[in-house]
């Protein structure tokens, strides 16, 4: 049987090396990572996996785990996920609700609808994935078209990292918004990652 392969965001390298790691996995699975940038150009995700799939899994019958919530886009990796049995997707509509756990992260969109999320690794790269990511250096007459509707900035951090903190608190700054942080570590990532790639069952989102 082919080795299980990962195909996930480049904005998940550091927790899923982590993760791999502390599981005894690492050694166990291919990952390949797909540029981060795509989290503000999600309607790129599906043609990037298909691509990659077609090169890696021409059988169609290699384990595959996506590293991707559905992220934007609009069930289109449900869809893959419907063609392709032998892949599965981690939990939830963002990353943010695999790394809180979907009732934590319910929880939290609920008591403020206006809240935009921020990770440890969107916090590092605001300015490349969201600023310039949504041309807000170029055009900041954008900002109130992106952000009027946000109230608050909340950091779901995934490290104990000063420096993270201070980044996501400037961001929420620049955009005019309050700023929350929430430390949620990776226990629930380990979890979704580990049981998708331990669950032989037919691929369906792993909750």
């Not at 440890?120 to 952000?147: C, N, S, T, V």
């Not at 990532?189 to 032989?200: G, K, M, Q, Y």
Request: overall charge negative; charged content about 20%.
């Amino acid at each position: 049987m082919a080795r299980p392969l990962v195909l996930a965001c480049g904005a998940l390298v550091s927790e899923l090396r982590a993760v791999l790691a502390s599981a005894e996995l690492a050694e166990h699975v291919d990952v390949r990572y797909l540029p981060a940038n795509l989290h503000s150009r999600p309607e790129g995700i599906e043609p990037a996996l298909r691509a990659l799939l077609d090169e890696l899994d021409p059988g169609r019958d290699r384990p595959i785990l996506l590293g991707y919530a559905d992220c934007g886009t609009g069930g289109g990796l449900d869809r893959l996920l419907a063609e392709r049995p032998n892949i599965r997707r981690l939990p939830g509509s963002h990353c943010y609700e695999f790394f809180t756990g979907s009732s934590a992260f319910e929880s939290l969109h609920a008591e403020e609808l206006g809240t935009f999320f921020l990770t440890d690794f969107l916090a590092k790269h605001f300015d490349a994935i969201i600023w310039q990511g949504l041309a807000l250096d170029r055009h900041p007459e954008l900002l109130p078209m992106y952000f009027g509707n946000y109230t608050r900035i909340v950091l779901l951090s995934q490290q104990d990292d000063a420096n993270v903190v201070a980044a996501a608190r400037e961001a929420a700054n620049r955009l005019g918004l309050g700023f929350e942080h929430r430390h949620v570590g990776l226990a629930q990532f380990h979890t979704a990652v580990t049981v998708a790639l331990s669950d032989p069952r037919p691929a369906r989102v792993v909750a």
